[in-house]
């Protein structure tokens, strides 16, 4: 028996929806890492089909992987190219995102090679030292025309530090550097929000959003109330049912000890399907809709719960993510964040998509 997954994929349109209407630039839909590990071939057409005309990949070959799915419509690799990839990147019509000179020379190069003009996204670096133009190569772009030979550049981006943040000065700072950057690049279109950075005003507008983490259910404003709709449910079914005397411990190391007599409910889902050991002890899943803790550690392919005082059976489902307790609460009891959640969300669960 095992654990179902179930993705809401009306859920996902109407998020995007709900960010498309709330600024005049367009939207795109940010499908990296196999759409935030919930399925870039179920997200991807649908989004499409909802009126997205936008897409960004993280590398070149999810782009490829994907242009069959999303034909006629931007598809752009975030993390850039490589040499030896271009080639690839101008016959699936794919548009990079450049960030160095060096980048911009082998794409130049392609240009030339096929005797065409290739359509460029320009990253430029506002505070995030990761991937973008510095200041000294941005200073070379102006005084060598030829560095952009070939390339029409379709976009100018850049990414926010700390958009989830509203109150952090980094936000205006980065704004205000952009702004002094598209000084260089007349009439070039902009690109600045993240989901979060959606929420920040109209100083983060842009001619081109790209939302992510809110299309999936993830919470874009954490100082309060998510404006985002549900996407994931994760369910697992009881294998057993363990009677649990005082002083009695649980799982790997004993470190759970019972402190009056307890009901140990086994779930068949571990660390292996990304159900994240740092959990052990502090996690929570709901039964209807009581929590029960997680107790012990989590192991590879099993978790246990403390379900003492409830009618919970071996058979019956624990909900381990769900509208209740979402990536973003059970994030917050692992320590690390609902991206993170969601990306790690296993490949042996039962998928199921819904609202198709
Ligand atoms: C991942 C990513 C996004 C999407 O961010 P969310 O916080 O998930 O909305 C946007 N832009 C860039 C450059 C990214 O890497």
């Known amino acids: 028996m095992t654990a179902l997954l179930e993705i809401d994929l009306a859920a996902v349109v109407s998020n995007w929806r709900k960010l498309a209407a709330m600024h005049a630039g367009a939207t795109a839909g940010v499908i990296k890492a196999d759409a935030y590990g919930l399925g870039a071939a179920q997200v991807g057409p649908r989004l499409l089909a909802a009126g997205c005309r936008h897409f960004f990949l993280a590398h070149l070959a999810e782009a490829v992987a994907l242009r069959p799915l999303l034909p006629g419509v931007m598809l752009a690799a975030l993390n850039g190219l490589r040499p030896e990839e271009t080639g690839d990147c101008h016959a699936q019509g794919i548009v990079p995102v450049l ?54 550049v379709e976009y100018v981006l850049t990414h926010l530090t700390s958009s989830e943040i509203p109150r952090a000065p980094v936000n205006h700072r980065q704004v205000l550097a952009f702004a002094g950057v598209m000084q260089q690049f007349p009439g070039v279109k902009t690109s600045i929000a993240n ?100 107790v012990g550690r989590v192991s590879m392919d099993l978790t246990t719960f403390d379900v003492t005082g409830l009618r919970a059976s071996p058979g019956d489902m624990l909900c381990l993510l769900g509208p209740e307790h979402g990536p973003d609460a059970l994030a917050r009891e692992a320590g690390t964040n609902g991206y993170e959640i969601l990306t790690s969300l296993g490949r042996r669960y039962r998928r199921r998509y819904i609202g198709a």
């Open 195 to 294: 989901t979060s950075g959606m929420f920040l005003g109209a100083d983060f507008a842009s001619d081109l959003a790209r939302p992510g983490a809110g299309l999936y259910g993830l919470n874009p404003t954490p100082e309060a109330a998510n404006p985002m709709r549900p996407v994931v449910r994760l369910s697992a079914p009881i294998l057993q049912i363990h009677e649990v005397e005082t002083g009695g411990t649980v799982g790997y190391g004993g470190d759970w000890v019972a402190k009056r007599p307890s009901r140990i409910a086994t779930v068949g889902v571990g660390y292996a399907d990304g159900y994240l050991r740092a959990l052990s002890n502090t996690g929570t899943a709901r039964f209807d809709d009581t929590p029960v803790p997680l």
């Open 99 to 152: 960030g160095s000179l060096h980048e911009l020379g082998w794409w130049r190069a392609e240009a030339a090679l096929r005797g065409e003009v290739l359509p460029v996204i320009l990253q430029v670096d506002t505070g995030m030292a990761r991937l973008g133009l510095s200041a000294k190569e941005l200073a070379a772009l102006r005084e060598d025309q030829t560095l952009l030979q070939g390339l029409r």
